[in-house]
């Protein structure tokens, strides 16, 4: 649980500002340059490139080797840590503070540390860095990486001084700046941990502005700074009891740290101390956080995922998602594979509806058997609507369906369709959007216009409602769920074209058995043939329309 912290505590922590290493945006280097103006030890892994800096001992230069800018694998890697002098940094740092009032010599942010013997940083080839304060204090500090996303890092300290000393280790993410972000109540970005027995603890960088620090104290405990599909997050012990801080700090540039600080060790004369950190920084993929979280016995480490308040549906969505795709190695055809098994799952309540729809077209009278308990159907509504917008926040969460190419023009499943039915895809050399007032109306890829076929049809199978308001709502359903999902991602819309086919091809195959008359032709020439619209009617399109635009 958080607590109050008492004086000695929070003049420590202030101590873990880093004073010093904020660059004004002016004065900032290239990163480029930033780098090559201090010594550097190479990082070198199959998913990670960059390197460790001498100058204060901070992992400061990182790039995700199997992840780019865009879809083009020629594109640049993903960067995720950057210097402090560079224009945007984002580091993590470690170390000791002394306790209040003392003088103790510890390595600062700008210590020039040296490395003990030589080579680079590889899976099983850790690098060992030391700093002699000249005071009778050594610290040495071990680093190494796994084939994933994880270092763990080992600092030590020798007292050959003949007076006790007494310091307590600290860890902290650093970022300077304000990132963009998308500012979307489905994905959480900013501050983000789980303290104990608290739970799961969220802060937007705005919420940090305002609050400026919040504070805990617990042990159990994981910390950090999460984008949409990066994070960086530090792992101490699990058994550590510390005292924890999400802060902003006023600057040019701001700065959001994640921080925290371990009880303090008395080093005797002749003595030493050691403590043991991790630090995650790299894509969120669910098997690599799943596999720590289980590994080390963490304290759901898998939350860095925004799976959301509805993680019991929205995770198994992804998993069985996620199965398919290692039968079939496309998540496009996974996503079909899904949605056929959701039709399978509710073909028992879906076909005694269907049949319902069928006898109410032929000449006999239902029977009371023949109803659909309208309870049930409503759960099967709620049910598929939860599964939809599960697979909705899969595609937008999950870094392994960023860049997921699916046939033909869809490179990136997490993306709307980037085909126009109104320039004949691109056959037309204008762009629609410039169209005044109509503009935004005028964009309807190849699936959403799918989409909005079949579910039309399936409309069209069902008995026109004798409601004139209720007629114009079904008569204008495809249109507006069309637009309002021309902008939701393609695996999305995907989804919903291949359900709304198999309910269509469903149905049909009842109204066949059944022998019902479907005047579906007719029902065609009566939409569009007397466009006549009340005043109802009328009000009724105008805010379906504007919520098309709304949703886009």
Not at 59 to 77: F, G, M, Q
Not at 114 to 133: A, K
Not at 239 to 265: M, N, S, V, W
Request: glycine letters at 6%; hydrophobic letters at 45%; charged letters at 15%.
């Amino acid at each position: 649980m958080s607590s109050r912290l008492d004086l000695a505590t929070i003049t420590l922590l202030s101590l873990v500002s880093l004073p010093g290493t904020s660059v004004s945006a002016a004065e900032a280097m290239t990163r480029d340059a930033a780098i090559a103006a201090s010594h550097h030890i190479v990082i070198d892994s199959p998913t990670l490139r960059g390197s460790v800096a001498l100058k204060g001992g901070r992992i400061d230069d990182l790039a995700l080797a199997r992840y780019h800018e865009t879809v083009d694998p020629l594109s640049p890697a993903i960067v995720l840590l950057s210097p402090p002098d560079s224009p945007q940094p984002y580091y993590a740092e470690f170390g000791w503070v002394g306790a209040a009032g003392s003088n103790v010599k510890v390595p600062e942010p700008d210590t020039e540390w040296r490395q003990e013997g030589s080579g680079e940083l590889r899976i099983g080839e850790p690098v060992t860095l030391v700093y002699d304060n000249t005071a009778g204090l050594i610290f040495r500090r071990t680093i190494s990486v796994d084939d994933k996303y994880l270092f763990t890092i080992n600092d030590e300290v020798k007292n050959a001084g003949a007076a006790p000393v007494t310091l307590s280790p600290y860890a902290l993410v650093s970022r300077h700046g304000t990132p963009q972000t998308l500012g979307l109540y489905i994905l959480h970005e900013g501050l983000i941990g789980v303290f104990g027995d608290e739970g799961l603890q969220k802060e937007t960088y705005s919420e940090i502005e305002r609050r400026k620090a919040i504070s805990y104290s617990a042990s159990n405990v994981w910390l950090g700074i999460t984008d949409r599909y990066w994070a960086t997050a530090l792992v101490p012990n699990t058994d550590a009891h510390l005292h924890a801080t999400f802060e902003e700090i006023d600057g040019t540039p701001k700065r959001y740290q994640a921080k925290y600080l371990l009880d303090a060790q008395i080093i005797p004369p002749g003595g030493s101390v050691s403590t043991d950190t991790r630090l995650f920084a790299g894509a969120k993929e669910v098997a690599t956080l799943d596999g720590y979280n289980a590994s080390l016995h963490l304290n759901k480490l898998d939350l860095l995922i925004d799976w959301g308040s509805y993680f019991f549906i929205v995770k198994p969505v992804f998993l069985v998602i996620d199965f398919f795709f290692r039968l079939v190695h496309s998540y496009g055809v996974a996503i079909l594979l899904f949605t056929v098994l959701v039709q399978l799952f509710f073909f028992p309540l879906a076909n005694k509806t269907y049949a319902a729809v069928a006898k109410s077209r032929t000449a006999r009278p239902l029977g009371m058997n023949e109803h659909v308990n309208p309870n049930l159907r409503g759960l099967y509504i709620l049910i598929l609507s939860l599964v939809q917008l599960s697979l909705l926040k899969v595609l937008f969460v999950t870094v392994e369906m960023r860049h997921a190419p699916f046939l033909g023009w869809i490179d990136d499943l997490s993306e709307p369709d980037p085909t126009n039915i109104f320039d004949l895809f691109r056959l037309i050399p204008f762009d629609p959007a410039t169209v005044p007032v109509l503009g935004s109306f005028l964009h309807l890829g190849i699936w959403p216009a799918i989409m909005c076929v079949a579910i039309w049809v399936l409309i069209k199978l069902n008995r026109a409602p004798i409601d004139p308001t209720q007629k114009v709502i079904f008569n204008w359903m495809p249109i507006v769920v069309g637009y309002s999902l021309a902008g939701a991602p393609a695996g999305l819309v995907i989804y919903r074209a291949c359900h709304s086919s198999l309910s269509l091809l469903h149905q049909s195959l009842m109204i066949h058995r059944y022998r019902a008359k479907v005047q579906l032709l007719d029902g065609l020439k009566r939409t569009f043939a007397k466009p006549t619209l009340s005043s109802h009617s009328l009000t009724l399109y105008v805010f379906c329309s504007s919520a098309a635009v709304a949703l886009q």
